[in-house]
């Protein structure tokens, strides 16, 4: 009777024979393997895996969609969520993925997308490793098959989240929270919370039918321990919650949407398009999507929030104020505008037209409100070119009305 | 030199081999492989592909789970979006699936969900069934490689809606569009209205992000050619459209997304819990879901369409009056109802307990708003039950109101 090892020898040697001859077929084909690819290309070609990404340069959409390549994220828990988060962001062709896990594959998994059968006893990690280098060669793996939450972990944990990056030594771009439980979700509040680390947490509820994805700037937004869960807030143990024999139900539907927003608003944050959500839900009965923003509690009991609230606090007093009032004019119309109500310009394309008489100079990010239209002798001493007054005392005017 | 056909034969007996081996270790390990499974069971235990799914009964979402075996879903087009539609269906464990589609698997298609590298060059429909028939051999497929718009495949595809039922010579339960041009949507429209089939309709933008599911119930809502898109209403050939070296740009978050919202209106829709989307939409620039409902046009172009608006409305007028009078009134509660404002139950749990006095025989879909306090001696000439006039002069008295 052969061991577990011969076996899995005999499996990997035919393994190895089936890729060849199917290397075999595909180049009679005509049809290649997916080799590694030095450099992105926007080549529309069947063989080229990245011209649909590529695409959204074109499209306007991304300004410099290379630059994913830089890019490195710890995805914490590859279960229902976790899982098609990474398949996701290796599609994507992101630089480097950091996994965390120390689950088993089960056949009570298969009722959510990415892992299969066959893989049942491997460990998650282990056979999302697998399958996600044989997606894309081109992304950077490191895997770890443990649980974050023990204290030795949880220093290599924030080891890695500080020096995993895709520059050597440099710390993870982003951490994303897709673990199923308030112990290992405290845990990464506390690392980023002391490291400064922006991080996501999804979740989806026992039911199945809800989820949600919030957006966390240490300093800057609430922490997950700022405005805690009951069963963070009265200390209880979450292990004595479960009973035997009963189980949470869950669905494939609600965890890829809830992977997909959040998959979605870390390429928004990272390629910089759109709006990134600081909190998006998911109901799934009504098919209703709250969002919301909530700023960090000064009595967090949390130590590190508090210090990183009051570091958020000076850097923003450190910048310059012109430009503070305008990004946060700027936020007041797109944040928690759940009803999308738009704002439309008044001026007319004639107004718009480009300035003809004398422009100020102006301070970075403040720009001319309205310019000389070009067949106009207008009145100059409406134009703000023309007026004695200095911005600094039309701000000052502005701002007494 | 070995021939492509050679080849392939090798690989599957390779594969074969692989998969025994695989048993074996499992069988070692104590794991097994996924075999089929006669009736789904709610154990708890980690073998049972089922318990995640049955556990929507427990947590009151879903009443009858296992009914999910007795529905047939059609999907045209496995791409994108038809693919991971197609996988969650098999993971929820649909009774059976019938896949259309004429493409072949490229490495260009690797930037969405579902598809690996070593299938390219597979015809999707055949690389799909594999894949999906090991993840879930309860599942009953068939699978076309064909276009659905050609004279004499269109038959073909209008045949097996009519008869690719879970049950012999039944239509399936729901059509589910996934295809990227409007003239396989304009075929399945045709197809649809003709059969009185409803089914859903799903879409993907150009520049990926953004999408929208639509569910069409022929007579009731809107149709494809109702109010068709421009492309449609000009008679322009989209294949003009096309420039070489250019292509649509995709991302696996928005698809994943529409197929999520795609699949969960779905289950709502065959598993009656919920509301059904008429229409949702994903901006994924705001995170903004625009939601609506359209009635079919009286001067739709398909004559089927206007036959169906006409035996749509015989039917509501066959109703018997009250029953269409309550269904309404419901439906107006929820539909549209996009800021999720609730009606909130004034009626109290004292005034909410069982009727005690004699029940009135009340028409099917009607009853007793109001019933007799357990402990308290009402006065009787204030219950419904023991009034001298009839259901019928009561319900009168109130529509005069």
Redesign the interface.
């Known amino acids: 009777m ?3 090892e011969e ?2 020898k ?2 990997v040697e ?2 190895e ?3 060849q ?2 290397r ?3 180049e ?7 080799e590694p690819i030095a450099k992105m290309s926007a ?11 590529m ?2 340069k ?4 991304v300004e410099d969609y290379e630059k994913i390549r830089s890019f490195s994220i710890a995805v914490v828990g590859v279960g229902g969520v976790g899982s ?1 988060t990474a ?2 962001l290796t ?3 992101i630089g480097k993925l950091l996994l965390f896990d120390y689950d088993k594959v ?3 998994n ?4 990415f892992y ?3 893989q ?2 491997l460990s998650k990690v282990e056979a999302a490793e697998r ?1 996600l280098r ?3 060669p081109d992304v950077e793996f490191e895997v770890y098959n443990y649980n974050i939450t023990t204290v030795d972990n949880f220093q290599h944990f924030m080891d890695r989240i500080r020096l995993g990056g895709k520059e050597k030594d440099k710390p993870v771009d982003l951490v994303l929270s897709c673990v199923d439980n308030f112990e290992a979700r405290m845990a990464i509040n506390t690392a980023c919370n002391e490291l400064g680390q922006s991080w996501f947490e999804s979740g989806v509820s ?4 809800s989820g949600h994805i919030q957006f966390i700037v240490p300093g800057d937004t609430s922490c997950f321990a700022c405005a805690p869960p009951l069963v963070v807030a009265t200390h209880t143990d979450e292990r004595t919650l479960k009973k035997e ?10 965890m ?2 809830v ?3 959040l ?3 870390v ?2 944050y990272l390629l910089k ?3 990134v ?1 600081y909190y ?1 839900g998911y ?7 709250p ?1 919301m923003r909530m700023k960090p509690n000064p009595q967090c009991d949390d130590t590190h929030c508090r210090k990183q609230q009051q570091l958020f606090q000076e850097r923003e007093a450190a910048k310059p104020k012109v430009e503070v009032e305008k990004v946060e004019e700027l936020a007041a119309v ?1 944040e928690d ?2 009803w ?1 109500i738009e704002i439309v310009s008044e001026t007319t394309a004639e107004e718009a037209q480009a300035a003809q008489g004398d422009v100020p100079s102006l301070t970075h990010g403040v720009t001319v409100a309205y310019t000389k239209p070009v067949q106009q002798e207008a009145d100059s001493s409406e134009l703000v070119s023309n007026t004695e007054l200095s911005l600094e005392d039309l701000m000052k005017q502005m701002q007494s009305l």
């Not at 009679?28 to 997916?34: E, M, W």
């Not at 074109?58 to 959409?61: F, S």
């Not at 298969?110 to 997308?113: D, S, V």
């Not at 026992?206 to 039918?209: G, I, Q």
């Open positions: 052969a061991t577990i076996l899995n005999t499996r035919l393994r024979k089936l890729e001859e199917t075999k077929v595909q009679l084909k005509g049809t290649a393997k997916r080549e529309v070609v069947d063989s080229n895996p990245y011209s649909r990404l695409a959204l074109r499209m306007g959409i098609v398949e996701m599609r994507c062709g089960e056949l009570a298969m009722n959510r997308l299969q059968p066959h049942a006893g399958t044989e997606i894309n026992e039911n199945a039918v024999g009963v189980c949470a139900a869950s669905l494939p539907t609600t890829a949407v992977a997909g927003f998959v979605q608003n390429l928004k398009f759109g709006q959500s998006l109901n799934a009965l009504q098919d209703y999507f969002t797109h505008n759940e999308s």
